[in-house]
């Protein structure tokens, strides 16, 4: 597996893709300034600021980080009591759904209001962003339990709590994974549109970028797009490798031919 | 009686769709008796054995597991359940697979002699596999963990819903003797399910052949074949007789349930 992901025919396509994303962009750059700076001036504004770019992304990092690990923690409670609590689930589920399709950016104005320009809303909104994905993915994994096992723990008379334990949040796990995958990144959408909201706080990459583009300084907006990209990237990257230490588990340590 | 079935209904379904699965079944299993259940699709032999683990209730009617209802059984940790399907957990290794049943419910009285779970799997043929994931295992295999499974806390009945019914023929015989194996010197009452007349044999003390016209017991045929039996048994004349009866015990039910669906048919 290890040494088939070392192929060239691995790396090599997206290497070519990523290299010719680069040289169309240099080219286009050099004849339209303002539409997209050169990637030399990108590079030197990383270069010579670090200071400002870290403080910001570390700013941007925890409202994602602490507002979408609130909103998951929220969500997978309330998806246990909606599914203990039939009449709970169906209360709620659909004030879920109505919350899920309004446009998040619509309410980030009113919350900004509401809590002011310090960091709250920022968590506020990272977590609400995250909210429904991380509820429908919870709520599918307390359900997907083997039935026959289910069957079987029910001859013993296991209690409630020990099924859930042994059972139901083992059986999740998959789920709340591949709902952290989505959410996870997500949550740094929901801390830059509050940033791009509650723009007057003056910390953040949203913050960052909305004041450089108001001056016109498009190196110092496509540098903080990059930083934020290589966050987006590192969270990912965090989840899917906590998923492999945790999930593999589920599969065989030792390779059987079979993926 | 270790498992006493006394005029039991049961039906499923609601308003024109109820369909009727058992019509006042009696039957009574003794203590230490290896009791096969035999019949069509859809004579209720798999919901009489659920009955018995307390996983459906009945309409009418009472199941009473030494004397007790079902459910103060299952309290106490009394009845092993091998469902059709292994049901492992993938995550657990085979031995944790196995110890599943220690973890749940502890407020149950402990077994006087608990067997060994890592002898359980040994002497089932599985002592190198203790710490695969059920992943890595045929479907033969993981059928003797689920097997290891329902005597790892030694309970006193064993409730089995057609287990070999997803293997092949040759994995099956084996398993079959394993299971033999193991269950001789046990002493534990054993209710199994199957669609196998050569299996019902092989495994019996008594067969019951259920009907799906009747929805009720067709026939209890007794099996006297000597124990322990061995794969040789099955190439005797009295083994090969009983097949016999058996297999045309099953043909006579089936005639009827055809004449008796036409009947119903014709207005």
């Given at each position: ?10 790396w ?12 169309a ?6 004849h339209?300034?303002y ?6 001036a990108?590079?030197m504004?990383?270069?010579s600021h670090?200071g400002?770019?870290?403080?910001n ?9 602490v507002g ?7 969500a997978?409670?309330?998806a ?10 169906r ?11 309004t446009?998040?950016?619509a ?13 709250t ?39 409630r ?5 042994r ?7 998959p789920y ?16 830059v ?13 949203g ?10 300084d ?12 290589a966050l987006?990237?590192a ?8 998923q ?12 059987m031919?079979?993926? | ?14 308003g ?13 299993i003794?203590r ?37 209802p ?12 091998v ?26 009285p ?10 359980l ?13 059920p ?15 329902a ?16 293997v092949?023929e040759l994995?099956?015989e ?14 534990k009452?054993?209710?199994f ?11 019996s003390?008594?067969?019951?052949v259920?009907?799906a016209a009747?929805?009720g ?25 009983l097949?016999?009866?058996l ?8 005639r009827?349930?055809?004449?008796s ?7």
């Amino acid at each position: 597996m290890r040494r088939r992901s070392l192929r060239a025919g691995v790396w090599l396509p997206p290497a070519i893709a990523f290299a010719g994303l680069v040289g169309a962009w240099q080219l286009y750059a050099i004849h339209h300034p303002y539409v997209l700076p050169r990637l030399s001036a990108i590079k030197m504004q990383l270069s010579s600021h670090p200071g400002l770019f870290t403080r910001n992304a570390w700013t941007t990092l925890e409202e994602a980080l602490v507002g979408g690990f609130a909103g998951m923690g929220i969500a997978f409670v309330l998806a246990l009591v909606m599914f203990y609590v039939r009449v709970i689930e169906r209360a709620l589920l659909p004030l879920a759904v109505v919350l899920n399709v309004t446009p998040l950016v619509a309410i980030a104005p009113a919350l900004v209001v509401a809590f002011g320009f310090g960091m709250t809303p920022k968590y506020v909104i990272a977590a609400l962003i995250v909210f429904f994905p991380f509820l429908v993915n919870a709520l599918t994994g307390l359900r997907d339990v083997d039935p026959e096992a289910l069957d079987l723990v029910a001859t013993l008379h296991a209690s409630r709590a020990e099924v859930l334990w042994r059972l139901r949040l083992p059986s999740s796990l998959p789920y709340l994974f591949a709902a952290a995958r989505i959410c996870v990144p997500l949550s740094l959408v929901g801390a830059v549109v509050a940033e791009f909201v509650a723009a007057g706080d003056a910390k953040g990459l949203g913050t960052l970028i909305v004041t450089a583009a108001s001056l016109g300084d498009l190196g110092t907006v496509y540098a903080a797009v990059v930083v934020l990209a290589a966050l987006g990237v590192a969270l990912f990257g965090a989840v899917v490798a906590l998923q492999r230490l945790v999930l593999g588990r589920y599969a065989p340590a030792v390779g059987m031919g079979r993926k | 009686m270790a498992i006493d079935f006394r005029g039991l209904h049961k039906s499923f379904g609601r308003g024109s769709e109820v369909v009727k699965v058992l019509d006042g079944v009696d039957l009574s299993i003794r203590r230490g008796q290896f009791v096969t259940v035999i019949g069509p699709s859809g004579c209720g032999k798999t919901t009489l054995l659920r009955l018995a683990a307390g996983l459906v209730r009945p309409d009418a009617g009472t199941v009473k597991v030494f004397g007790a209802p079902v459910s103060t059984a299952t309290e106490a940790k009394r009845i092993g359940f091998v469902p059709q399907a292994p049901a492992l957990l993938p995550w657990r290794s085979v031995l944790d697979n196995v110890l599943l049943p220690l973890q749940v419910n502890r407020k149950a009285p402990s077994p006087e002699s608990p067997p060994d779970a890592v002898a359980l799997l040994t002497a089932l043929g599985l002592g190198d596999a203790l710490n695969r994931r059920p992943r890595e295992l045929s479907g033969g295999m993981q059928q003797r963990v689920a097997i290891a499974r329902a005597f790892v806390f030694d309970p006193t009945v064993l409730l089995m819903d057609e287990p070999f019914a997803a293997v092949d023929e040759l994995t099956r015989e084996s398993l079959r003797h394993a299971l033999l194996e193991i269950w001789q010197a046990s002493g534990k009452t054993v209710l199994f399910v199957t669609h196998s007349v050569a299996e019902a044999v092989a495994l019996s003390d008594a067969v019951v052949v259920m009907s799906a016209a009747t929805h009720g017991v067709q026939r209890v045929l007794p099996i006297d074949l000597p124990r322990p039996r061995d794969e040789y048994v099955e190439t005797t004349p009295e083994f090969l007789a009983l097949e016999r009866e058996l297999r045309l015990e099953l043909r006579k039910g089936s005639r009827q349930a055809a004449s008796s669906t036409h009947t119903a048919d014709s207005p």
